[in-house]
């Protein structure tokens, strides 16, 4: 019953950030709006990927005026790079990125001074991790970890 409740809210959640995204794609797109077909265009993370091409699918059946969008799951550091334009005189090669974890302040200075654009970073999605090893472990043994020693590992508290 707790997991029922907990997907409800999760569910909510998400349509709630599904709006919030389309309002802020939409208004993305209204900027470029001189053309006949709008182009919007994204990348990074591929872990979203199918959600991106879900929404952006719904978005660009229901735009006015008509919208051609796409998103490239080319990995987090890829989409950021595209988006922060270092290698193209700090000009958006996308019009927005996702991203595993938020930019780095150096990469956000680039957008923001180098580039003269503003951003925002918006959590709009949770996902799990798989954890594999290759600890050698007796025939029949489990290795059993914590979440808090999984955390102390992945930031390096616990190195060997």
């Known amino acids: 019953?707790?997991?029922?409740?907990?997907?409800?809210?999760?569910?909510?959640?998400?349509?709630?950030?599904?709006?919030?995204?389309?309002?802020?794609?939409?208004?993305?797109?209204?900027?470029?709006?001189?053309?006949?077909?709008?182009?919007?265009?994204?990348?990074g993370t591929t872990n979203p990927s199918k959600f991106?091409?879900?929404?952006?699918?719904?978005?660009?059946?229901?735009?006015?005026?008509?919208?051609?969008?796409?998103?490239?799951?080319?990995?987090?550091?890829?989409?950021m790079a595209e988006f922060a334009?270092?290698?193209?005189?700090?000009?958006?090669?996308?019009?927005?990125?996702?991203?595993d974890i938020p930019m780095t302040t150096a990469r956000w200075t680039e957008v923001t001074t180098n580039g003269n654009r503003q951003m925002v970073h918006i959590p709009f999605a949770l996902g799990a991790i798989g954890i594999f090893h290759s600890v050698p472990l007796p025939s029949g043994g489990k290795l059993q970890m914590s979440p808090c020693l999984m955390a102390k590992i992945f930031s390096r508290q616990i190195k060997t």
């Not at 334009?85 to 991203?99: I, L, Q, T």
């Open 52 to 79: 991106f091409w879900d929404v952006l699918a719904m978005f660009t059946e229901e735009a006015e005026p008509q919208v051609h969008a796409t998103y490239r799951a080319i990995g987090s550091s890829s989409g």
């Open 1 to 43: 019953q707790a997991l029922g409740l907990c997907l409800q809210h999760v569910r909510a959640v998400s349509t709630h950030i599904v709006m919030v995204a389309s309002r802020l794609l939409l208004a993305v797109a209204s900027t470029v709006a001189g053309h006949k077909v709008i182009q919007l265009h994204g990348s």
């Open 85 to 99: 334009g270092p290698d193209n005189g700090y000009k958006a090669r996308n019009h927005f990125g996702s991203g």
